[in-house]
């Protein structure tokens, strides 16, 4: 496996990414998740020195992390701090209209993950935060103490896929009658309540997941920015995203088989009336997959999906 480790964060399916996605060395590409800038820093190593990339990212911290480690790439590289949902913006302000390449890697970075004080995991006891850009005034705090009942089970049950999850929303606001719920050790607790028998999975897992999701509005971002990014490709382009649960990979399986689609008519029409042509065609039928050596090296890479389509005119 190739020298990929970094202090802040392994990025996954890290071969399969430049090898799917950097056609052109000289050309110019998109990093929408920067992280730690293993993605980037991959994508800029196949670039020739004519070519160029453009990353973005919502988190500060990444980006003075990536800065650092990308320094000797400043030439060809540029950062954005803002949300990929505005990439079309971002290549405005980069001087650039079209791409020959976008890469997505939807998900918390192993930073973000790790770190006690972004309140993200469930695995420690600290302030309730989950915002990926820090300066959102929404974050879990507002969402579990403010979110009526009827809210917050919609979230838990279509977010997280929890079964529990009007049991576990009616206890949150009962807990939090007395009391505000400040901790993310508080809110396992209170999900715990929930389980009665032993869960194979953590039992906080998927609620921590359905009001991550809310906050940073994870979901709608993503379907945005797969119209924006398609429309912001040059022919022949390709655009790669990597997601790690099944929500986001229903969501984008189903936005690149619409776009890849001729004729949206209803059946039985002897001849197409709606007019619409394919933007795209599908590379990878079905999604790449870790090997084993990577699941090996990165536990956190084993449920993650890469699905990869091609700009078409």
């Not at 050790?185 to 953590?202: N, W």
Request: glycine share 6%; with cysteine.
């Amino acid at each position: 496996m190739e020298d990929i480790v970094s202090e802040y964060h392994i990025p996954v399916l890290y071969r399969e990414c430049i090898d799917n996605l950097v056609i052109d060395k000289n050309g110019v590409y998109l990093d929408c998740t920067l992280g730690g800038g293993g993605h980037s820093e991959g994508i800029l190593k196949e670039l020739s020195e004519k070519g160029h990339l453009i990353s973005i990212d919502q988190d500060q911290q990444a980006i003075d992390f990536a800065k650092k480690r990308l320094e000797k790439y400043r030439k060809k590289w540029q950062v954005f701090k803002n949300n990929f949902e505005n990439l079309d913006m971002v290549l405005y302000m980069a001087g650039y209209d079209k791409v020959d390449g976008i890469l997505m890697d939807i998900g918390v970075s192993s930073t973000q993950l790790d770190d006690p004080e972004r309140g993200f995991s469930y695995r420690y006891d600290t302030r309730l935060d989950m915002r990926m850009n820090r300066s959102n005034p929404l974050s879990a705090y507002e969402v579990v103490n403010e979110y009526p009942e009827e809210k917050l089970a919609k979230i838990i049950f279509e977010y997280g896929e929890e079964r529990n999850a009007r049991k576990i929303a009616r206890f949150i606001c009962e807990s939090r009658i007395g009391k505000k719920i400040e901790t993310t050790g508080e809110l396992v607790t209170i999900i715990k309540r929930a389980y009665l028998e032993r869960a194979q999975k953590h039992p906080a897992k998927k609620t921590f997941q359905a009001i991550r999701i809310e906050v940073n509005r994870e979901l709608e971002v993503l379907e945005k920015a797969i119209d924006k990014a398609v429309d912001s490709l040059k022919i022949g382009g390709r655009l790669g995203i990597i997601t790690f649960h099944s929500l986001e990979d229903r969501l984008v399986k189903k936005k690149f088989k619409d776009l890849a689609t001729s004729c949206k008519c209803p059946p039985g029409l002897p001849i197409c009336v709606c007019g619409w042509k394919a933007k795209i065609k599908l590379i990878t039928k079905k999604p790449i997959v870790p090997a084993g050596k990577e699941i090996e090296f990165n536990n956190r890479a084993h449920s993650s999906k890469l699905r990869v389509v091609e700009r078409i005119g």
